[in-house]
């Protein structure tokens, strides 16, 4: 079992992922103890309670949920809800409000309606691409004879009498949310606020959403996406949360359900009902920041983060402690302003379907999921098409004989036949065509870890490589050599399978306030410290209306060259706001985009551009730091073998089977090996070292041959 230092009280986390639902619980000894269960759509909450009951047994304490749940000091929650509806289309009918005048904002899409969301085949070839649909029908877009300008003065007035006549169309047409977005309504947003009070005086079992709360920033179409796609997941998601905090209390917690959100901090029920596209991606989100925190306590502040699950590979990187923010991010082939973790994310899971294109005639595996029903052949409920988990399977990577969450045993027979299906059309066995599978989807990983590193000019060579998720253990093996990382880090051995769950429990409890600005240099301090004391006072009322203990706020400011499009992110200095504040502003600036885009390329003498500010107003999680213990090296000895196929001699070779939990720190072995535990199967392959550091990672090495001559900036947890 393993150990961190403890604090007073239970603390859980748990991350709701497309097949399996992971709970991690932190006992007040410091002990991490883990339920797993396979995720229940549509009915999520079954299977949040279901992994803390699974926990619950694991503690062998006596404890029933209730009695677990009525000693938990914290219960977080990373959920995919939101996510999952809008990708399947599953929402609220929304209708949008907006100045007259400019309701085909969002079929224009700001032209980048082809281009937005768009495959690499697609962008190649002009024939294949689409336009994608509006986020709201014509038919359900209002437009309201209102006109704020640029400077936020009233130019056209609101009347009531005709949003009265709007809420009456919305009722005719069964209109179940509102996304309110008017013409410079993050200059003065009177009229959103008029419209909303009314709306809800007439109407008030609508959700609201309103652009001057989602995105204060110019830019009409994002803006407006923002509003609608809130709207849209806000009567799913409020429901969702009612049904979490009506659980957790009648099983006895009486504390406060906080939500993960997509800036990697928690939040409360009440923002998640509010706001719930603030906690997309919130699960892998954790994953990266909890990553970055647990590294900078090993010494490891430059990672590639990747988290392989059923559904998808997400990948993100962490530079010099820090992870990496985006603004505007494209969601469901729309563009919106979202401030989040930078995670890219692929279609290549354990779950990702295995298929013959009909044209081509070549083996594709992905995007498409089995998610967890029905999931892979070899889970025994229905699946009919080939997963990553069936080849893996078959090719001995995973045991028929141990069991997955809930006892659920892998039918061997069941995914070779539907592999020998699957390969007969290109005259392949089973095993060969299990082995293709593997490879593609693991190859189709590698690139988008280029992407993430090579194509935005980082060297993936001087990174340490973490892998995380189920699937992960074994797979990173194979891609992370096709990337050229020495090591790979799998973080407190079997806790890998759960991370995201785990790192929910040191999130911060923060939210961020913003405001667009448009301030150039010379900067004017006393119009910058105005805009900077108006966020800092929202975030300060924030932190009193939740009842935040000791908190600290953040000033952070993007900026950019004059004339150019994307702005740099950073953190404004702390103090008062005179000259020698903004002149330190402006030369972090230049400092700052010369790191990003290379030496050279800042250009000081184009001055500079303020175009948004944000405060984050945030309360330090309560982190208990990791143990780490003495090594003492001892060669790992095996429990068993079993007959695996290796891409490497391209040959089915009898191969050590390790169970984990026996390997102490300081325990190493010589690939090829398999080692397993309760909730993930590691692959070391042929060539390759594994070893179990002072924290308890186990970390691979994928280049023992080159020990001698270091890698370029290449470390870890040594």
Partial sequence: MLVVMGSPGYRIGVDIGGTFTDAVVVTPEGRLVVGKVSTTPPDFATGFFGAIEAAARSLDLDLEPEALLRETRLLAHGTTV??????????????????????????????????????LEELLDYQLSSRADPVVPKQYVYEVNERIDRQGEVVVAIRDDEIDAVVDQLRADAIEAVAIAYLWSFANPAHEIRTAERIRERAPDLFLSTSHELAPRIGEYPRIVSTVLNAQIGPLMRGYVHEILSGARSRGFSGEVLFGQAEGALSSAEQAERFPLFTLQSGPVAGVVGAARAGAEMGQNHVIVTDMGGTTL??????????????????????????????????????????????????????????????????????????????????????????????????????????????????????????????????????????????????????????????SGAHAGFYGKGIGVREVVFPLNDI????????????????????????????????????????????????????????????????????????????????????????????????????????????????????????????????????????????????????????????????????????????????????????????????????????????LDLFPEDAGEPRSGAGGAR
């Fill in 496 to 699: 890998a399978s759960v991370w995201s769950a785990y790192a929910l429990t040191r999130l911060d409890h923060a939210r961020t306030f913003e405001a667009n600005a448009a301030l150039r240099t010379p900067i004017d301090p006393a119009a910058l410290a105005t805009a900077l004391g108006a966020l800092e006072r929202e975030a300060r009322d924030y932190a009193e209306r939740v009842g935040l203990g000791p908190v600290e706020l953040v000033r952070r400011a993007g900026m950019k060259y004059p004339l150019q499009v994307h702005e740099v992110e950073i953190e404004c200095p702390n103090g008062k706001v005179d000259e020698a504040l903004v002149a330190s502003l402006v030369q972090g600036f230049h400092t700052a985009y010369e790191a990003r885009y290379g030496q050279g390329t800042a250009y000081a003498a184009a001055g500079a551009e303020i175009t948004s500010l944000r405060v984050t107003v945030r309360a330090p999680a309560e982190v208990p730091p990791l143990v780490h213990e003495a090594t003492r090296e001892a060669r790992a000895q095996p429990a068993s073998q079993r007959g695996v196929y290796w891409h490497e001699p391209a040959a089915r070779i009898d191969t050590p089977i390790y169970d984990g939990r026996t390997l102490t720190p300081g325990a190493f072995l010589e690939g090829p090996g398999v080692i397993e535990y309760p909730n993930t199967t590691i692959a070391v392959r042929p060539g390759q070292h594994l070893r179990s550091d002072a924290f308890g990672n186990l970390v």
């Fill in 314 to 471: 997400d990948v993100s990187t962490v530079e010099a402690g820090g992870v990496v923010f985006r603004h505007e991010n494209e969601l469901v082939r729309q563009l919106a302003y979202l401030r989040k973790v930078d995670v890219e994310s692929v279609g290549a899971g354990g779950g990702s379907i295995a298929w013959v294109h009909q044209d081509s005639g070549s083996l594709r595996v992905g995007p498409r999921s089995a998610g967890a029903q029905p999931g892979p052949i070899c889970y025994g409920r229905g699946g009919r098409e080939v997963t990553v988990t069936d080849a893996d399977l078959v090719l001995g990577l995973l045991s028929p004989e141990r069991a997955l969450a809930g006892g659920l045993r892998l039918d061997l027979d069941a995914a070779e036949r539907g592999l020998m299906a699957l390969g007969a059309p290109l005259d392949l066995s089973a095993e060969e065509c299990a082995a293709g599978v593997v490879e593609i989807v693991d190859s189709r990983m590698e690139d988008l870890i280029r992407r993430v590193t090579v194509q935005r000019g980082a060297d993936p060579r001087s990174f340490v490589l973490w892998a995380f998720g189920g699937a």
């Fill in 82 to 119: 939101g996510i999952n509806a809008l990708v399947t289309g599953d929402v609220a009918r929304v209708a949008l409000l907006t100045t007259k005048g400019h309701g085909d904002a969002i079929r224009i899409m700001a032209g980048g309606g082809r281009i937005l969301g768009a495959s």
